[in-house]
T-cell receptor, first 114, second 115 residues
């Protein structure tokens, strides 16, 4: 049973427009969420995170929104650039977890078209 | 900067061979993880370790074992490689507590092909 779901396997966006990647979770114990970006033949790199005490976290062109009542989070990229083309993974955990592993979604492949 | 290194980027082995994948991190992280990534299946956790000589099974431990004799090093072992273990293997580490607990930092991955 998937606890973290990314229902869109792929997304195509024009350069300069907004990219919105979505993630849903089922475990109400999750209170810390992360987004990772992965290029082919490389390991995932940490992008941005949010704890459940917030509903928004912003870092440059990347903003993560959290809707706890809907158990939904989204990553907004504005403006989208061709270098953003990658697979994006959503992940969740609950704090203070100490040693609980992250639970990852299956990823969404973003293609930014020039 | 956190650095996680993996011993090989590409590896080709034959069915039945014993395979060792090594991972080293330089940030004194307590936690280390092994995942495999397959198309359409995302990242699946194989094993993880909270501390030296500690190990825990992840979601898909069958056919794998691990070793953590030193804090900075976490090894994944395929006792008898099979073709269905052809995959991208990713190692990660994280610290317990601190400003970003649970944020995992990944190595570059090892693309293993079993013939």
């Amino acid at each position: 049973d998937q606890q973290v779901k990314q229902n869109s396997p792929s997304l195509s966006v024009q350069e300069g427009r907004i990219s919105i990647l979505n993630c849903d979770y089922t475990n109400s114990m999750f209170d810390y969420f992360l987004w990772y970006k992965k290029y082919p033949a490389e390991g995932p790199t940490f992008l941005i995170s949010i704890s459940s005490i917030k509903d928004k976290n912003e870092d440059g062109r990347f903003t993560v929104f959290l809707n706890k009542s809907a158990k939904h989070l989204s990553l907004h990229i504005v403006p989208s650039q061709p270098g953003d083309s990658a697979v994006y993974f959503c992940a969740a955990s609950h704090l203070p977890s100490g040693n609980t592993p992250l639970v990852f979604g299956k990823g969404t492949r973003l293609s930014v078209i020039a | 900067d956190v650095k996680v290194t993996q011993s090989s980027r590409y590896l080709v082995k034959r069915t039945g061979e014993k395979v060792f994948l090594e991972c080293v991190q330089d940030m004194d992280h307590e936690n280390m993880f092994w995942y495999r990534q397959d198309p359409g299946l995302g990242l699946r956790l194989i094993y993880f370790s909270y501390d030296v000589k500690m190990k825990e099974k992840g979601d898909i431990p069958e056919g794998y074992s691990v070793s953590r004799e030193k804090k900075e090093r976490f090894s994944l072992i395929l006792e008898s490689a099979s073709t269905n273990q052809t995959s991208m293997y990713l190692c990660a580490s994280s610290q317990s507590g601190g400003a970003l607990p649970d944020t995992q930092y990944f190595g570059p991955g090892t693309r293993l092909t079993v013939l």
